[in-house]
């Protein structure tokens, strides 16, 4: 498959002529020649493959001395942590060694509506009152986790001085810890005793202990360190059976937050640390993407381990290298899907998270960095031309273990120019159970909720439940390189296949993408190629997504070979379809920076093409 991947590549000799730049359309709608053009800089074609982690060598535990690796040994063994430390005295007293600086603002409106007596979680407001929080009535999945993580306890903080919101946090906890009396044997009974809730619940009770710890109800105390206590020792037994790695992350991230902050936790520490280093290893990918493809997961990662972080600052102890380096590399790839705006694009169920947002977290990790251009692991790559900025997908969907909403998006594409959207996903499937219905969830992960091509509306990669996926794209072939014509205008070309169709439908999905440097021109070129050297008989329906930003308005030309676009900038784009091509307009749905639904629209090229092949080319570029 590799080797007809890297030769399909030179089965369309127009490729070369429909890649000069700086003309627009010709009568025909399509693309026309102009100046010669050289590659500069061409690199070979790459063949990505998911799932490939870090060199775990290259993240090894902190050097301990030969006494904290045998109390290393030990408590992992299940020597308790007070025999170890101080195997004649009395066992400490439960308290808090420190005291942790939030990190992290949670939300001012989420706050002030729990004040009020609500969760509000992607706009559905939820009656405290009214939540089962034994687990047993299942919740909408993104109000479940953010009851069960205790996430809540930062947007109180954000809202109102402690004072004011700790009698908020103590009565919810106390529902909570009455709810939740027995822990179980194992993870998965229920809600509330996942590895990824009890991780980040037992982290967020420890960073925000003042709001739990600070009431006069002493009684209240004693049963929240009791808790702490016991949900330690539980992810000490359980975090090996977690649901995915990114939640063993989170469990290894509050097993070592709480060998920190409780007494006698030195080899509760020692432990978490390799573990926490061992996870994070095996969950990123090389060039520092998280091996689940999603922005999601990536925000998670490196807000775990900016709020480890402050608890190791609490304790004037230094994080240990391995995790600062970890961090370093966790940010930039983020950074390649934002746009010009700084919000993020809408990949493997994503949305739009806010500009703020995404800066409050590059903020407090402290890491100082560009985006990454070309992530090869990861999967995204990045073309800033002046003020447009295009975000491709150019790799396969994650391997089924990593997947938490995974999408069958590959080659699919996101641009916007001036911090105006113009051609973007619909995203919103990781928040669907807010104001997006969780039945949309599975719709939202297919391929045509993306801006690519589809064969009879089929997935290039099978959507399965409870955010898992099927078989489908394998393999896909990368080129990367930069022209530039004799006028000097430059632009940067970016060609890329899967074979996502080949087994159903024995075709190649090609797609080449050319921004000019100055941002103005975004020309595409979508073909199908015979995955064998013969074609099969036949034709097979396709459609080709364009999904329009929020605020764009469209109109269709009279020979329906192209569409005007007028951004809420007041600038005006024209859409144009080369060939045989008709353009129509369909309805879509667009999830912005909240995780809220909005109607937009959506350009459609559609039809039948032979099963011997095809090609289709068509143009974006800004009029005046």
Same mark, same amino acid.
């Given at each position: 498959?590799?080797?007809?991947?890297?030769?399909?590549?030179?089965?369309?000799?127009?490729?070369?002529?429909?890649?000069?730049?700086?003309?627009?359309?010709?009568?025909?709608?399509?693309?026309?020649?102009?100046?010669?053009?050289?590659?500069?800089? =061409?690199? =070979?074609?790459?063949?990505?493959?998911?799932?490939?982690?870090?060199?775990?060598?290259?993240?090894? =535990?902190?050097?301990?001395?030969?006494?904290?690796?045998?109390?290393?040994?030990?408590?992992?063994?299940?020597?308790?942590?007070?025999?170890?430390?101080?195997?004649?005295?009395?066992?400490?007293?439960?308290?808090?060694?420190?005291?942790?600086?939030?990190?992290?603002?949670?939300?001012?409106?989420?706050?002030?509506?729990?004040?009020?007596?609500?969760?509000?979680?992607?706009?559905?407001?939820?009656?405290?009152?009214?939540?089962?929080?034994?687990?047993?009535?299942?919740?909408?999945?993104?109000?479940?986790?953010?009851?069960?993580?205790?996430?809540?306890?930062?947007?109180?903080?954000?809202?109102?001085?402690?004072?004011?919101?700790? =009698?908020?946090?103590?009565?919810?906890?106390?529902?909570?810890?009455?709810?939740?009396?027995?822990?179980?044997?194992?993870?998965?009974?229920?809600?509330?005793?996942?590895?990824?809730?009890?991780?980040?619940?037992?982290?967020?009770?420890?960073?925000?202990?003042?709001?739990?710890?600070?009431?006069?109800?002493?009684?209240?105390?004693?049963?929240?360190?009791?808790?702490?206590?016991?949900?330690?020792?539980?992810?000490?037994?359980?975090?090996?059976?977690?649901?995915?790695?990114?939640?063993?992350?989170?469990?290894?991230?509050?097993?070592?937050?709480?060998?920190?902050?409780?007494?006698?936790?030195?080899?509760?520490?020692?432990?978490?640390?390799?573990?926490?280093?061992?996870?994070?290893?095996?969950?990123?990918?090389?060039?520092?993407?998280?091996?689940?493809?999603?922005?999601?997961?990536?925000?998670?990662?490196?807000?775990?381990?900016?709020?480890?972080?402050?608890?190791?600052?609490?304790?004037?102890?230094?994080?240990?290298?391995?995790?600062?380096?970890?961090?370093?590399?966790?940010?930039?790839?983020?950074?390649?899907?934002?746009?010009?705006?700084?919000?993020?694009?809408?990949?493997?169920?994503?949305?739009?998270?806010?500009?703020?947002?995404?800066?409050?977290?590059?903020?407090?990790?402290?890491?100082?960095?560009?985006?990454?251009?070309?992530?090869?692991?990861?999967?995204?790559?990045?073309?800033?031309?002046?003020?447009?900025?295009?975000?491709?997908?150019?790799?396969?969907?994650?391997?089924?273990?990593?997947?938490?909403?995974?999408?069958?998006?590959?080659?699919?594409?996101?641009?916007?120019?001036?911090?105006?959207?113009?051609?973007?996903?619909?995203?919103?499937?990781?928040?669907?159970?807010?104001?997006?219905?969780?039945?949309?969830?599975?719709?939202?992960?297919?391929?045509?909720?993306?801006?690519?091509?589809?064969?009879?509306?089929?997935?290039?990669?099978?959507?399965?439940?409870?955010?898992? /996926?099927?078989?489908?794209?394998?393999?896909?072939?990368?080129?990367?390189?930069?022209? /530039?014509?004799?006028?000097?205008?430059?632009?940067?070309?970016?060609?890329?296949?899967?074979?996502?169709?080949?087994?159903?439908?024995?075709?190649?999905?090609?797609?080449?993408?050319?921004?000019?440097?100055?941002?103005?021109?975004?020309?595409?070129?979508?073909?199908?190629?015979?995955?064998?050297?013969?074609?099969?008989?036949?034709?097979?329906?396709?459609? /080709?997504?364009?999904?329009?930003?929020?605020?764009?308005?469209?109109?269709?030309?009279?020979?329906?070979?192209?569409?005007?676009?007028?951004?809420?900038?007041?600038?005006?784009?024209?859409?144009?379809?080369?060939?045989?091509?008709?353009?129509?307009?369909?309805?879509?749905?667009?999830?912005?920076?909240?995780?809220?639904?909005?109607?937009?629209?959506?350009?459609?090229?559609?039809?039948?093409?032979?099963?011997?092949?095809?090609?289709?080319?068509?143009?974006?570029?800004?009029?005046?």
């Amino acid at each position: 498959m590799a080797d007809t991947l890297l030769s399909s590549r030179a089965a369309s000799p127009e490729t070369a002529t429909r890649s000069a730049i700086g003309l627009g359309p010709s009568d025909e709608g399509g693309l026309v020649t102009g100046a010669p053009v050289r590659d500069v800089l =061409p690199p =070979p074609g790459e063949l990505v493959e998911p799932g490939r982690a870090l060199a775990l060598a290259d993240f090894g =535990p902190p050097a301990l001395g030969l006494g904290e690796r045998f109390i290393r040994l030990a408590y992992r063994l299940g020597i308790p942590g007070s025999t170890l430390n101080a195997p004649f005295t009395k066992a400490a007293r439960p308290r808090l060694l420190a005291t942790v600086v939030s990190p992290l603002p949670g939300s001012k409106m989420a706050g002030t509506a729990l004040r009020a007596g609500h969760f509000l979680v992607h706009g559905v407001k939820s009656p405290i009152a009214q939540i089962d929080f034994a687990g047993a009535g299942r919740m909408a999945p993104p109000l479940e986790r953010t009851v069960h993580s205790f996430a809540w306890l930062a947007d109180l903080e954000a809202c109102a001085p402690r004072e004011t919101v700790a =009698p908020v946090a103590q009565r919810v906890l106390a529902a909570w810890l009455d709810a939740n009396r027995k822990l179980p044997s194992k993870p998965g009974k229920g809600p509330a005793w996942s590895i990824d809730n009890a991780g980040n619940r037992l982290l967020s009770w420890l960073v925000h202990a003042p709001l739990i710890l600070g009431g006069e109800d002493r009684a209240l105390r004693t049963r929240t360190f009791e808790a702490m206590a016991d949900t330690a020792r539980w992810l000490d037994k359980n975090v090996g059976r977690a649901e995915d790695r990114l939640a063993e992350v989170a469990g290894w991230c509050g097993i070592v937050a709480a060998g920190l902050l409780l007494p006698q936790g030195k080899p509760r520490r020692l432990f978490g640390e390799s573990g926490l280093i061992r996870a994070l290893g095996e969950m990123v990918g090389d060039d520092g993407g998280v091996l689940s493809r999603s922005p999601l997961g990536q925000i998670e990662a490196i807000a775990l381990l900016v709020r480890l972080r402050a608890c190791y600052q609490a304790v004037k102890r230094d994080m240990p290298q391995a995790l600062e380096t970890m961090l370093d590399l966790l940010v930039p790839p983020l950074l390649a899907l934002t746009h010009g705006d700084g919000s993020l694009g809408s990949w493997q169920g994503g949305w739009a998270i806010d500009a703020g947002d995404v800066a409050a977290l590059v903020e407090a990790s402290g890491v100082r960095t560009r985006p990454l251009r070309d992530i090869r692991q990861w999967g995204y790559q990045r073309v800033v031309a002046q003020k447009g900025v295009l975000q491709f997908d150019a790799a396969p969907p994650p391997l089924a273990k990593h997947a938490r909403t995974g999408c069958a998006s590959t080659l699919a594409f996101e641009f916007s120019h001036s911090g105006q959207r113009i051609v973007i996903n619909c995203g919103g499937a990781g928040c669907a159970g807010g104001l997006i219905p969780a039945r949309l969830e599975q719709g939202l992960r297919a391929s045509a909720a993306h801006s690519t091509l589809v064969l009879d509306d089929a997935n290039s990669t099978a959507v399965l439940i409870n955010g898992r /996926i099927g078989g489908g794209v394998s393999e896909v072939d990368v080129d990367r390189r930069t022209l /530039i014509s004799e006028r000097n205008a430059g632009a940067t070309r970016i060609e890329a296949s899967h074979n996502g169709y080949a087994s159903r439908f024995g075709l190649i999905h090609r797609r080449i993408l050319i921004l000019r440097d100055d941002g103005s021109e975004l020309r595409g070129e979508d073909l199908l190629v015979p995955a064998s050297g013969k074609g099969k008989a036949g034709k097979v329906g396709f459609a /080709i997504r364009f999904h329009l930003g929020a605020g764009v308005d469209v109109g269709l030309s009279e020979d329906g070979k192209g569409a005007g676009l007028a951004l809420a900038d007041g600038t005006y784009w024209q859409f144009r379809v080369g060939g045989e091509g008709q353009v129509t307009i369909e309805e879509s749905l667009w999830a912005d920076g909240q995780g809220r639904p909005h109607p937009v629209q959506q350009l459609v090229i559609q039809g039948l093409v032979s099963r011997g092949g095809g090609s289709f080319s068509w143009l974006l570029k800004k009029m005046g």
